[in-house]
C-alpha cells in the first residue's frame, strides 16, 4: 500500500467521534437502563420533555436529530410505561403534543440528577481549557449538518 493510499482510521475524526460518544456513555447508559428499563432514544425523549416541557415529536426530532421512527417507538414504549401523555392537537389531528406525566418528571429529576454528576465526572478528566476547547469545538461540528 502507497502511503497515498494509507488510511488511519484510527485517527479518523468521524470514527474518534463516535469511540468517544460511545465510551463515555456507557455508564450513564448502564444506570438509566437499570433504573427505568430505557434505552438510548427514550432516555433522550424523557430529557427533552423534561427540559423543554410539552412539545411533538416533530419538535423533539428537530431539537435531537433523531429519526422520526424512533421517536414514536420511543415514545410508545414511554406512553406504555406511563413516563408521558398523548394530546392531540385540536387544529390537526395528525399532531399531538407529549408531556410528561408525575411519573415520567420523577424519573427525569433523577436521571438529570445523575446526568449532571457523570458530565462533571468526565469534564474532570480534562483541564479546564481542554473542556472549553472540547465543548466548543463537539458544538460546532453538530451545526455542520
Do not use: C
Not at 87 to 107: F, H, I, N, S, V
Request: proline share 2%; hydrophobic share 40%.
Amino acid at each position: 500500500m502507497s502511503e497515498k493510499d494509507a488510511f488511519d482510521l484510527q485517527n479518523f475524526l468521524p470514527y474518534l467521534l463516535n469511540q468517544a460518544a460511545e465510551e463515555s456513555s456507557l455508564a450513564f447508559q448502564k444506570v438509566y437502563r437499570d433504573r427505568y428499563g430505557m434505552l438510548r432514544t427514550e432516555w433522550r425523549v424523557l430529557f427533552h420533555l423534561g427540559l423543554y416541557g410539552r412539545l411533538t415529536a416533530k419538535e423533539i426530532g428537530a431539537r435531537s436529530k433523531m429519526h422520526k421512527t424512533k421517536i414514536s417507538r420511543a415514545v410508545q414504549r414511554l406512553e406504555e410505561r406511563r413516563f408521558l401523555t398523548r394530546d392531540p392537537d385540536e387544529a390537526d389531528r395528525r399532531q399531538e403534543y407529549l408531556d410528561l406525566t408525575a411519573q415520567g418528571r420523577m424519573a427525569y429529576r433523577d436521571l438529570h440528577g445523575v446526568a449532571h454528576r457523570y458530565d462533571a465526572a468526565l469534564a474532570d478528566t480534562l483541564t479546564p481549557e481542554e473542556e472549553r476547547i472540547l465543548r466548543a469545538a463537539l458544538r460546532k461540528l453538530a451545526r455542520m449538518g
